[in-house]
Antibody, heavy 120, light 110 residues
Framework: QLQLQESGPGLVKPSETLSLTCTVS??????????WGWIRQPPGKGLEWIAN???????QYNPSLRSRVTISIDTSKNHFSLNLNSVTAADTAVYYC????????????WGRGTLVAVSS | QSALTQPASVSGSPGQSITISCTGT?????????VSWYQQHPGKAPKLMIF???NRPSGVSNRFSGSKSGNTASLTISGLQAEDEADYYC??????????FGGGTKLTVL
């Protein structure tokens, strides 16, 4: 059974960089048929797509976050990562990682999510 | 990119059917059949209910169905049950190779 698990600090100071990792277990991340992505949800608000990456390095980014976001994949550790720099309180959210099968639009596996607060 | 438009809330009684709309543009919902729907209970991760407009993942009840007409996609839940009470989100691919969620709809089972 595929499982995704987010990890990273729960508190980040304003202007610093938020770094999260999503560890994939139960399957290899280097299948070329899957896209791996990040989605976030501010407290009490809706979902926002952040970015996707596929084995081989191809990436897609939300235009509103593009200048501050980097997504990367590490096949040796079977995980992928998110870096969001210059954070503000508006970046406080639950961050989810998820998988999408190529040729389909559905995010079929999700992590449980991790709450990241931006505060001094 | 703007979020897809969903009603903020819908409600129905047990056994009834409800439909949640998701309105986009010819650059997202209307452009591809990559529309999916997610159910989210409080404090939980979203769960895929419908993918590619009208396909159900294994294990999802056939009370859930999806459709699309032009720039508007819809999720229909028939035979409402108390456990269906949750937030629902639509999600679509766009012509700029990005993805966008709807604003979310809170379903209340009366």
């Amino acid at each position: 059974q595929l499982q995704l698990q987010e990890s990273g600090p729960g508190l980040v100071k304003p202007s610093e960089t938020l770094s999260l990792t999503c560890t994939v277990s139960g399957d290899s991340i280097n299948s070329g048929t899957y896209f791996w992505g990040w989605i976030r949800q501010p407290p009490g608000k809706g979902l926002e797509w952040i970015a996707n990456v596929i084995y081989g390095g191809s990436t897609q980014y939300n235009p509103s976050l593009r200048s501050r976001v980097t997504i990367s994949i590490d096949t040796s550790k079977n995980h992928f990562s998110l870096n969001l720099n210059s954070v503000t309180a508006a970046d406080t959210a639950v961050y989810y990682c998820a998988r999408r099968r190529g040729g389909s639009g559905g995010l079929d596996y999700w992590g449980r999510g991790t709450l990241v607060a931006v505060s001094s | 990119q703007s979020a897809l438009t969903q009603p903020a809330s819908v409600s129905g009684s047990p056994g009834q059917s409800i439909t949640i709309s998701c309105t986009g543009t010819s650059s997202d919902v209307g452009a591809y059949n990559y529309v999916s729907w997610y159910q989210q209970h409080p404090g939980k991760a979203p769960k895929l209910m419908i993918f590619d407009v009208n396909n159900r993942p294994s294990g999802v009840s056939n009370r859930f169905s999806g459709s699309k007409s032009g720039n508007t996609a819809s999720l229909t839940i028939s035979g409402l049950q108390a456990e269906d009470e949750a937030d629902y989100y639509c999600y679509s691919y766009t012509t700029t190779s990005t993805w966008v969620f709807g604003g979310g709809t809170k379903l209340t089972v009366l």
